[in-house]
């Protein structure tokens, strides 16, 4: 299993630089990437779309849908999203949020190490409240306790981190085909939707992903943890 991990992690960087050449053969004119532009900067909807596409197929996910969503999507209500998704539920409708550990050790500054890494990417319901001290306390444990608590203090990454890391910009944020290779955290009470497939943010803005959970897990091996409340 741990072979399989590392293969599928090494076809979507080997995915990711491919967007990197072709982006580098964009016109002229088009807005070059910088440590803090999207990495989609440059392609419609529909080529990252095709590049999702193609990244979660070659990962062998095939339950999952896209759909586009209007520019003023996120000053809609939750009940409105949802109908417009077709999702099950508003407690379908999920994010991925990128944190950092402010108080990580001076030699730990990037996510080689998952178990103790700079940054996660938690993806959690809109509907639900983050709690950052189960994250802290669950990396503890994981870490069988040899780092202290101090140590970790997870807080919310600076938008422009947080786009140099994913490639996405605010609100477009997914966990798919990231720019860096970012360890998952998923809620738990995502695990337990019923029915088990959700949306979350599709790269672009206006592009929503939705999948079914279990398949979801398989291809991006998230640590799964009870990290939020109503």
Request: glycine share 4%; with cysteine; aromatic share 10%.
């Amino acid at each position: 299993m741990e072979a399989l991990a590392e293969l599928e992690r090494v076809q979507t960087r080997i995915l990711e630089r491919i967007l990197k050449l072709e982006l580098s053969h964009l016109p002229q004119n088009a807005e070059p990437i910088s440590s803090s532009s999207p990495l989609t900067n440059g392609y419609t909807s529909a080529d990252v779309e095709s590049r999702l596409f193609n990244i979660l197929r070659s990962n062998g996910v095939n339950d999952f849908m896209f759909k586009r969503v209007a520019s003023d999507y996120y000053d809609w209500p939750f009940e409105s999203r949802r109908d417009a998704l077709g999702a099950a539920s508003v407690h379908h409708l999920c994010k991925s949020i990128v944190l950092v550990n402010t108080q990580a050790p001076s030699n730990v500054i990037d996510c080689s190490d998952w178990n103790n890494s700079k940054y996660y990417v938690v993806v959690v319901q809109y509907t639900a409240r983050f709690n950052a001290e189960t994250v802290k306390n669950f990396l503890y444990t994981l870490n069988n306790g040899k780092i202290s608590k101090k140590k970790f203090n997870l807080r919310l990454a600076p938008e422009e981190t947080s786009i140099k890391l994913t490639g996405y910009e605010h609100n477009a944020v997914t966990c798919i085909g990231m720019q860096t290779d970012i360890p998952v955290i998923l809620d738990e009470a995502i695990v337990k939707l019923n029915p088990d497939f959700f949306w979350l943010g599709g790269g672009k803005v206006d592009l929503k992903i939705g999948i079914r959970t279990s398949e979801f897990i398989n291809f991006v091996k998230p640590f799964i943890v009870s990290c939020s409340g109503s």
